[in-house]
């Protein structure tokens, strides 16, 4: 059994009191890690951004709602856990300030200054024990292998689960794991929960037993 660190959901990078930056990701994927992560035995602890979806009960569950609220909550459970799946879509950019007051309308263009907000999976990736695993997702719209293996190196990932811009809020999807080697260890199609289901028995093969 593993006590795994599940991120889900998309953030939000408010701009000012009631606008903000964020993108369609539904948790679905998360919620299916969730189940299938319990039924096969694991514990689970979740943090998730702002969804809809009710998720399976897991062990602990932490609502954030900006990349770096995600990225602290992270930091503070990841070191009581074996591993990682990063699932979550969180926003690559925050505005460099956030207006106090509600932006008005003026009849000009309006220039918003963004910087980047922390890579979660990178930062955790760098810091992990030996004992530690951590898996990301690349969603690829063109040179997907190489790319999903060039990001598996630079966010320090065991393996990289890729998948297509159709996964975003859907029910079903298709995905390849790749491992730390740049081979595909497994390749599925179908509802998300097969998915999960196939996505942890890997992990189980290939990074817990590996632990034990
Ligand atoms: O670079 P890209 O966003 O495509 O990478 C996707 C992977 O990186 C996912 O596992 C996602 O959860 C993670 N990620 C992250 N922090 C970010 C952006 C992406 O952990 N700021």
Redesign the pocket.
Known sequence: MARILI?TGPTREYLDPVRFISNASSGKMGAALIAAAQLRGHETIVVSGPVRIEYPAATKLIWVNT?DEMLQACEQHFPDCDGLI???????YRASEIANHKIRKTGEPLQLTLVE??????SLGKRKRRDQWTV????ETEDAHFRAIT?LQQ?SCDLVVLNGPQAIDADENSIQIINATGHIVAAHQGPKIDLAHQIIKVIESQLISAQL
Do not use: E, Q, S, Y
């Open positions: 991120t990349t990063g699932a979550a879509a969180p926003c690559d907000t922390p890579d979660i999976v990178a990301g997702f690349a969603l990001k966010k």
